[in-house]
């Protein structure tokens, strides 16, 4: 940004987040799920649809198990999946209904073809083999390309809540996605994904001169005494980042803050101006969850996505190159 031709600094402040978990919906109530939400700070969630992954067959030799799966993309295509042989008891494994069942000690036990993905990227995650790293990059972008139809959170003022026991209780809008897509997408998926939101940095644009050192100093001032500014508190935190991602993504079945900054939590906006913050952004980074996210203004899909607004204005602006740089 061409700071010397502005009459004042500009200042922004950026929220991201530093872990993720997508999520088929039924693992919203696995034990531990609400003491391992609240523990990772996961308070944002993402209700997505993406494509449906069916099992095929399985089978097991002195390789592993092959999991034979199809995703539906313009189609039906076939994508096998290798797991360890010591992850299934091959006497108790069988496949029915799309899915992988298996009965051990403890019960009947299923899997879809989505979680047994998951877990093979995970093993997978340090090999940086080419063929490896080809694997995991094709297996994300065929199974886990989501469209986000909602966006939420679930950090009460008064209770605090985890984005899975938020989802738990009974979310109407999760449920209304679910019916949507059991009815009407046959060939689709719902997947949540939750995440947690942290303050990325801030960034001060400005020249020195007569007119403007006062100011830029009073504002160089606040962020060496206050990094995160009025982010500091938690829940303003969490607010900033909801509204963000409702903003970019603009999910369909979101009412509130799609104007977001110019309609909508305007005490978090009166927050940040009046110290002095001109810009917020907001960045997202999915790979953790193994997940790609559909931008609906670029028409393409991937897992890191930036952007910031001018909060006086609302003018959405377009992330710059390097690292924490913007175009405003």
């Given at each position: 940004m061409d700071?010397?031709?502005?009459?004042?600094p500009t200042q922004l402040i950026s929220v991201t987040n530093l872990s993720s978990r997508a999520l088929v919906p039924s693992q919203i109530y696995d034990e531990g799920m609400e003491e391992?939400?609240?523990?990772?700070?996961?308070?944002?969630?993402?209700?997505?649809?993406?494509?449906?992954?069916?099992?095929?067959?399985?089978?097991?030799?002195?390789?592993?198990?092959?999991?034979?799966?199809?995703?539906?993309?313009?189609?039906?295509?076939?994508?096998?999946?290798?797991?360890?042989?010591?992850?299934?008891?091959?006497?108790?494994?069988?496949?029915?209904?799309?899915?992988?069942?298996?009965?051990g000690d403890d019960g009947e036990s299923r899997y879809t073809a989505v979680q047994l993905a998951r877990k093979a990227l995970d093993l997978a995650r340090t090999d940086e083999s080419l063929r490896a790293r080809s694997w995991k990059k094709h297996?994300?972008?065929?199974?886990?390309d989501y469209s986000v139809h909602y966006i939420g959170q679930a950090y009460g003022r008064k209770v605090r809540k985890s984005a899975a026991k938020r989802l738990a209780d009974g979310h109407e809008d999760l449920q209304k996605v679910l019916a949507e897509v059991n009815d009407y997408h046959r060939n689709a998926?719902?997947?949540?994904?939750?995440?947690?939101?942290?303050?990325?940095g801030r960034e001060l644009f400005g020249s020195i001169g007569p007119a403007g050192?006062?100011?830029?100093?009073?504002?160089?001032?606040?962020?060496?005494?206050?990094?995160?500014?009025?982010?500091?508190?938690?829940?303003l935190l969490i607010d900033a980042a909801e509204a963000m991602l409702i903003r970019y993504i603009q999910p369909k079945m979101n009412e509130k803050l799609m104007e977001?900054?110019?309609?909508?939590?305007?005490?978090?906006?009166?927050?940040?101006?009046?110290?002095?913050?001109?810009?917020?952004?907001?960045?997202?980074?999915?790979?953790?969850?193994?997940?790609?996210?559909?931008?609906?203004?670029a028409g393409t899909s991937k897992s890191q996505h930036r952007f910031a607004v001018n909060l006086s204005t609302g003018e959405r602006e377009v992330a710059g190159d390097a690292p924490l740089a913007w175009q405003m």
């Open positions: 700071a010397v031709n502005r009459k004042s391992w939400g609240k523990a990772s700070g996961n308070h944002i969630y993402l209700v997505a649809i993406g494509p449906r992954v069916n099992v095929v067959s399985a089978t097991v030799d002195a390789d592993g198990w092959r999991i034979e799966t199809e995703y539906y993309k313009d189609g039906w295509r076939p994508r096998a999946i290798r797991l360890p042989a010591s992850m299934f008891r091959s006497a108790d494994a069988s496949v029915a209904d799309g899915v992988l069942v298996h009965r297996t994300i972008s065929k199974f886990f998926d719902v997947g949540v994904i939750m995440m947690d939101s942290q303050v990325q050192n006062e100011e830029l100093g009073r504002f160089a001032a606040n962020l060496i005494a206050s990094p995160d500014g009025p982010l500091e508190d938690k829940g977001f900054p110019l309609k909508d939590r305007p005490g978090l906006v009166k927050s940040l101006l009046d110290e002095g913050i001109t810009h917020l952004g907001i960045q997202i980074d999915l790979g953790a969850s193994y997940a790609i996210l559909h931008d609906p203004a």
